[in-house]
């Protein structure tokens, strides 16, 4: 049995750490919402984001992060993307026992253009600093809370503690694999969300089936160019965190970027999206910092330049469509061998 906190008490983070109960680790996980934290312990449900489930009594909330993380080695960092550096200070000032972080969130940061790792990496010193583990797959914690078989990847540069979370979490319901290449894994689970975005303007705007699995299948050829020249191996494009994610994301109302792509499509301006939606979207803040990288890189994406006008410049995505459309012949098979000829896809 471990000692492990949950870092932020969200759907995905009360998911996995129902997963850890069931595993018979001891549970802690942190909000800063002193009202969460009480429902928690003594409602023993999150109805905010995991209604109508009934959470172990095993499984203890606190509002003071330092006491959430007293004796504790592991952390699940399940944060938005824009809150980890000012989570990860506060979790600097208050422990003094090195710490493997789990970290399951999935962006890039915009401007910097750091992978979350990079991040992790950066905000905590050294000698807090065991080990950076991302989990990440097809994973929607809709169903992850109902026991639904759910397969996922975990990686790192250090394939013994990829290892010790794969044994963490994995059970009859919750199968984990092991991946080495960790900027594979993130890449491709932080950009499925931009073309989740892109599928959900299609089905807003009615386009039906046959739009979707061309957007998905150049989507993931756009995710494997930019992984690709960013060191990450092409196969894991292939895998749970690229095909898999990006089916999973792409298809189901579960998925938040999906859904607030629908609305796009169906005519609303971004800021009523994201008031309408109430949680964040990942995919808005990746889009930008995608963006910015195939422009340093000088990587062919498309569907996310398309997304980012609009997104940013207000273009209406029925003209952004259109474009893509109407942009100039090429041969899929010349374009494939291209980058497998770099050592890409």
């Keep these: 049995m471990e000692k492990v906190t949950v870092v932020g008490a969200g759907s995905w983070g009360t998911a996995l750490a129902?997963?850890?109960?069931?595993?018979?680790?001891?549970?802690?996980?942190w909000s800063h919402r002193q009202e969460q934290v009480d429902e928690i312990n003594t409602k023993h449900t999150n109805s905010k984001y995991v209604p109508s489930i009934e959470l172990p009594e095993t499984i203890i909330g606190y509002s003071d992060i330092g006491k959430a993380?007293?004796?504790?080695?592991?952390?699940v960092l399940a944060v938005p993307t824009k809150a980890i550096r000012e989570v990860l200070q506060k979790i600097s000032?208050?422990?003094?026992?090195?710490?493997?972080?789990?970290?399951?969130?999935?962006?890039?940061?915009?401007?910097?253009?750091?992978r979350i790792s990079e991040m992790i990496e950066e905000e905590m010193p050294s000698t807090l600093l065991k080990d950076v583990v991302v989990?990440?797959?097809?994973?929607?914690?809709?169903?992850?809370?109902?026991?639904?078989?759910?397969?996922?990847?975990?990686s790192s540069k250090n394939m013994e503690s990829a290892e010790y979370v794969q044994d963490l979490f994995i059970n009859q319901h919750f199968r984990v694999y092991t991946n080495p290449d960790i900027v594979g894994v993130e890449i491709g689970g932080a950009l499925k969300n931009i073309i989740a975005l892109a599928a959900g303007i299609t089905d807003g705007l009615g386009y039906g089936d046959n739009a979707k699995a061309a957007l998905i299948t150049r989507g993931l050829a756009e995710i494997s160019r930019l992984g690709s020249t960013m060191g990450a191996n092409p196969l894991t494009f292939a895998g749970l965190t690229g095909i898999g994610d990006l089916i999973v994301t792409c298809t189901s109302v579960h998925s938040r970027n999906w859904r607030a792509g629908n609305l796009l499509g169906k005519g609303q301006s971004l800021d009523e999206v994201l008031e309408n939606?109430?949680?964040?979207?990942?995919?808005?803040?990746?889009?930008?910092?995608?963006?910015?990288?195939?422009?340093?890189?000088?990587?062919?994406?498309?569907?996310?330049?398309?997304?980012?006008?609009?997104?940013?410049?207000?273009?209406?995505p029925k003209?952004?469509?259109?474009?893509?459309?109407?942009?100039?012949?090429?041969?899929?098979m010349a374009d494939l061998f291209n980058y497998l000829d770099k050592g890409t896809m």
């Excluded at 993380?69 to 952390?75: M, P």
């Excluded at 090195?98 to 401007?111: A, C, N, R, W, Y």
């Design 93 to 114: 000032q208050v422990t003094l026992t090195p710490l493997t972080i789990i970290h399951v969130s999935k962006g890039i940061e915009p401007d910097t253009l750091k």
């Design 135 to 154: 989990l990440s797959g097809p994973s929607h914690a809709e169903e992850v809370v109902l026991r639904h078989p759910t397969t996922v990847t975990v």
């Design 69 to 75: 993380l007293e004796d504790v080695g592991t952390i």
């Design 319 to 332: 003209d952004a469509v259109d474009q893509l459309m109407a942009r100039g012949k090429t041969n899929e």
């Design 18 to 29: 129902l997963v850890l109960a069931d595993n018979d680790h001891e549970v802690r996980i």
């Design 277 to 316: 939606m109430g949680m964040v979207v990942e995919g808005v803040r990746t889009t930008k910092a995608a963006y910015q990288l195939a422009k340093k890189m000088d990587v062919s994406m498309p569907i996310t330049f398309a997304l980012y006008d609009v997104l940013f410049n207000n273009q209406s």
